[in-house]
């Protein structure tokens, strides 16, 4: 429940149209609520940060991904499975028809939300074409939170006039997300052209000295750039997440 489904609650309270026990009972499973016994679903999320909780699926059954998902969905809110595949999609789509397969970000996403305009501007860009699936996660997930996403996709170092040509749409947003791998010198590149905060995203691309995304990013903690700042390697939801809380605070938006 979100901030504004618990206020449209309160006002049928006050109202009259919605009875003290029934509302009782609508607010029962919050904060959370335990689904037999391999999940506690927090559904106190969405009023405390602004968006539901995420389903991360590696580790979990495709039974408890289909609980969990389902459970979620009934609160209203948009939901977001992360990490996943076509078989588990497959699943949740018999119980629910409207999920959209992210085939790119491997991602299951349920838009329930109504009517809700996006907002400001995020830069998403990516260093080359094998970066895209981390990129396209942190799209998912920025887009999921109702922000303008703009993606610019494959003008790495190697061929850095692509990326000079785009230097005026990357000044423009209020939040830029670099995905790179290999040395990952992508993100210093744009942390020196820009004003805004870059999110530096190092992925696991690259050949045997890249050591699974380590290099890059070593390279971007220790970016000469001072706007750039550093997620994990290949977490492009943490990068989207990010973003658009800043993106959000850019605009004078509170969570909701």
């Known amino acids: 429940m979100n901030k504004q489904k618990l206020r449209e609650l309160l006002e049928q309270v006050k109202t009259g149209s919605t009875g003290v026990d029934e509302a009782i009972e609508k607010m029962r499973s919050l904060p959370f609520e335990s689904l037999e016994d391999f999940a506690k679903v927090d559904h106190h999320r969405a009023l405390r940060c602004g968006m539901p909780e995420v389903i ?14 389902a459970n979620l969905a009934q ?37 329930q939300e109504k009517g809700v305009e996006k907002i400001g501007r995020i830069a998403l860009v990516s260093a080359g074409t094998a970066d895209i699936p981390v990129a396209e996660e942190a799209r998912v997930t920025a887009e999921l939170l109702n922000q303008n996403v703009e993606s610019i996709y494959d003008v790495g170092v190697a061929g850095l006039h692509r990326l000079l040509s785009r230097c005026e749409q990357l000044q423009m947003a209020n939040v830029v997300i670099v995905v790179a791998g290999m040395e990952g010198a ?21 050949y045997g000295t890249s050591f699974g995304g380590i290099a890059p990013l070593l390279t971007m903690l ?9 997620v994990n390697i290949d977490n492009g939801f ?19």
Not at 56 to 69: L, M
Not at 80 to 108: C, G, H, M, N, Q
């Open 238 to 256: 943490a990068a989207g997440y990010i973003a658009s809380i800043i993106n959000r605070q850019a605009c004078g938006f509170e969570h909701k």
């Open 56 to 69: 991360y699926c590696p580790g979990k059954t495709t039974e408890q991904i289909v609980d969990i998902f």
């Open 222 to 230: 220790n970016s000469c750039a001072a706007g750039v700042c550093v």
């Open 75 to 111: 609160r209203g809110n948009n939901v977001l499975a992360s990490r996943t595949d076509k078989e588990t999609y497959d699943a949740i789509r018999k119980k629910l028809p409207r999920v959209v397969f992210e085939e790119a970000a491997r991602a299951i996403v349920l838009r």
């Open 186 to 206: 992508l993100a210093s590149v744009v942390g020196g052209l820009v004003a805004a905060p870059v999110i530096a995203v190092p992925t696991s691309v690259g």
